[in-house]
């Protein structure tokens, strides 16, 4: 829907600038990956060698591979406990779907500093519990197991928590659209509870859980604070390495890096918004033959 | 329970239990603890907020830093949001994709362009020098040097001379700058925050007008209110839920960040998040001192929560998304 009349030139300006601001500082990553020398302000003549140098580097390559890893299994295990969740959470009685709410709201709505916190204390304190479990049945019964410490295990799980909270609350919205005597249509006219979730309520919340998923992967991408606390020493994310980088000096294979993931997602973008553009035209123009 | 599907919930509700709830609990109960460093004893205390008020500069800092962003953040996210949903559908589609982009960048990214943009020979700086806006800044200094010389041989010796004191006007202003200094300021933390929040004030906002009844402002229009009136009467209030969601979705990070703070204003002056970092993974390692002001964070949280929902519509309307 529109709101009154377009705006003039002046608010048009105005919103050009803010995009403006927006992207001024991924240009200047992308002007200066192809810079020649390794300056990330002087610009010193064209140059591709940063790109041929960053597959080489395996403090980067091992930090991209970590955070497209959790960042795509977080999204996917997140979808589908969330999609599972908020179906469980909507077929409940208000009164208990009032608090389990506001608990699931907890990791959203709190900086990400303490829920990185929380998590830290909380793996801290569990393995040391556990580990020193571990070294008591070795000593009296001989039994041994695994160590745990902090790593790619604890750094899933708190995307998995950050995440499963976005992808509910996306969801919520298009089970309450939904007419809500289908699923006892569906079971009166036979099908079992598990064909009715299958049949009847994915198929109708499918772009809640699609939306779930783009914002979630949106949040682990993004994440540097949570993982920060979560990933223990021997783990980092891209983010992470960057951070420890800032500290001396910034590599422009780190330019490179970024112009490259952002060309990736550009093009995914493009595609998917082509692809819904062309599926609303073809669903408007049945609608008209219909 | 209402039906079976309502099962469906109970592996999640598990996990809650386990990652949101008792790590929450024991943030609260490290609060509220110490250990004695002689023996290693655990003991209740309430020494760790006594210990804050060493640090009230930081909380201070923290705030100030925070609301500035915040208010900057509604500056600019109120008109563009406004301004969004006037635009057609198309507009509006590839306005959301341009919006949620550089969040698909990493934040630290992002952040570490900007120390590229405000260092001092950075491109801000070379631009201002092509400009002539740096010569232009040596220039005024010097003429303000100029002014507070003259005025300390005139005015200001008279009143010294007359109340006894000791007054002079700084005439040492630099007017050999090459660059101005941005990188390593309180303004450039600030930036950084205004920077990445500012979609976090965009999105709540937006969806809230969008979703304004189009006859409401029509009807106002109908019983003859003029368009600066519609606005004030009836798109601001309607909008408020969404300004609420959008200044508490800045103010929360900007208040607990660390990242940013560290790497545009050089890490010098502290803020909330640098103080929580540095007791867990930082130099002064007191997780007991760090979950005392991880719980004030969370009591702040509670009451921008309280405060939303007393004006706003409930969970719909506090996502932006």
Redesign the interface.
């Known amino acids: 829907?529109?709101?009154?009349?377009?705006?003039g030139l002046l608010?048009?300006s105005?919103?050009a600038l803010?995009?403006l601001?927006?992207?001024?500082?991924?240009f200047?990553?992308i002007i200066?990956s192809f810079n020649e020398g390794n300056s990330?302000?002087?610009w010193q003549g064209f140059s591709l060698h940063w790109y041929s140098e960053l597959f080489q580097d395996r403090l980067i390559m091992s930090g991209v591979y970590t955070?497209l890893l959790v960042s795509l299994l977080a999204t996917v295990i997140a979808t589908a406990?969330?999609t599972?969740?908020?179906?469980?959470?909507?077929?409940?009685?208000r009164r208990?779907r009032e608090p389990?709410?506001a608990?699931?709201?907890?990791?959203?709505?709190?900086?990400?500093?303490?829920t990185g916190?929380?998590?830290?204390?909380?793996f801290v304190?569990a393995f040391g519990a556990w580990n020193g479990f571990v070294s008591w049945m070795e000593t009296t019964y001989r039994l041994t197991a695994p160590r745990l410490a902090l790593g790619f295990g604890t750094l899933l799980?708190a995307h998995i928590?950050f995440n499963?909270p976005?992808v509910i609350?996306?969801i919520?919205?298009k089970l309450r659209q939904m007419d809500k005597n289908l699923?006892d249509a569906a079971q009166d006219l036979g099908c079992t509870?598990m064909q009715?979730?299958r049949k009847v309520?994915v198929p109708e919340i499918k772009p809640g859980i699609i939306?779930g998923m783009l914002?979630a992967f949106?949040m682990s991408?993004?994440d540097?604070?949570i993982s920060?606390?979560t990933a223990g020493a021997k783990t980092s994310t891209?983010?992470m390495v960057?951070?420890g980088m800032?500290k001396k000096r910034?590599s422009p294979k780190?330019n490179a890096i970024?112009t490259l993931?952002?060309v990736v997602?550009?093009l995914l973008?493009v595609i998917v918004?082509v692809r819904q553009a062309r599926q609303d035209k073809a669903a408007a123009k049945n609608g008209h033959a219909g | 329970m209402k039906n079976r599907l309502a099962w469906f919930s109970a592996p999640y509700v598990l996990w809650m239990a386990l990652f949101t709830v008792i790590p929450v609990i024991m943030v609260v109960v490290y609060a509220f603890t110490a250990v004695d460093l002689t023996t290693g004893a655990v003991h209740p205390t309430l020494d760790n907020f006594a210990q804050m008020g060493t640090y009230a500069v930081v909380f201070v800092r923290s705030f100030e830093l925070a609301l500035i962003a915040t208010f900057i953040c509604l500056l600019i996210g109120y008109p563009v949001s406004y301004l969004m949903a006037k635009e057609g559908p198309g507009f509006q589609r590839i306005a959301m994709v341009l919006i949620m982009l550089p969040m698909w960048v990493n934040f630290l990214l992002r952040t570490y362009a900007w120390m590229t943009i405000l260092s001092n020979n950075g491109p801000l700086n070379q631009l201002f020098q092509a400009l002539g806006i740096i010569d232009l800044g040596n220039l005024v200094n010097g003429g303000l040097n100029g002014l507070c010389a003259w005025l300390n041989g005139g005015a200001v010796e008279l009143l010294n001379s007359l109340l006894g004191t000791d007054f002079a006007l700084s005439t040492a202003r630099p007017t050999d700058m090459t660059y101005f200094k941005m990188l390593y300021t309180q303004g450039a933390v600030v930036l950084g925050m205004v920077y990445n929040y500012l979609p976090f004030m965009i999105l709540p906002i937006y969806s809230v007008i969008i979703k304004m009844d189009n006859s409401l402002l029509e009807a106002a229009r109908d019983l003859g209110a003029g368009s600066s009136r519609v606005f004030r009467k009836v798109i601001l209030p309607l909008s408020l839920p969404g300004v609420l969601s959008g200044v508490t979705m800045v103010f929360v990070p900007s208040v607990s960040t660390f990242a940013i703070s560290k790497m545009l204003g050089g890490g010098t002056k502290l803020l909330l998040g640098d103080l929580i970092e540095l007791q867990f993974l930082g130099g002064a390692y007191n997780p007991y001192l760090g979950s005392a002001i991880s719980l004030v964070m969370m009591v702040i949280v509670v009451i921008c929560m309280y405060v939303m929902n007393r004006f706003g519509e409930g969970e719909e309307q506090a996502v932006m998304l």
């Open positions: 829907m529109r709101l009154g009349s377009r705006p608010g048009r105005f919103t803010v995009f601001f927006l992207y001024l500082p991924i200047i990553l200066f990330s302000s002087v955070t406990a969330g599972f969740a908020a179906i469980g959470f909507y077929n409940m009685r208990w389990l709410m608990v699931n709201n907890i990791p959203m709505v709190n900086a990400d500093i303490v916190v929380s998590l830290c204390l909380f304190a799980i928590c499963i976005y609350l996306s919520m919205p699923i509870w009715a979730f309520v939306n914002i949106t991408i993004d540097f604070v920060y606390f891209l983010a960057i951070y800032t910034v780190i970024s993931l952002f997602v550009l973008l918004n």
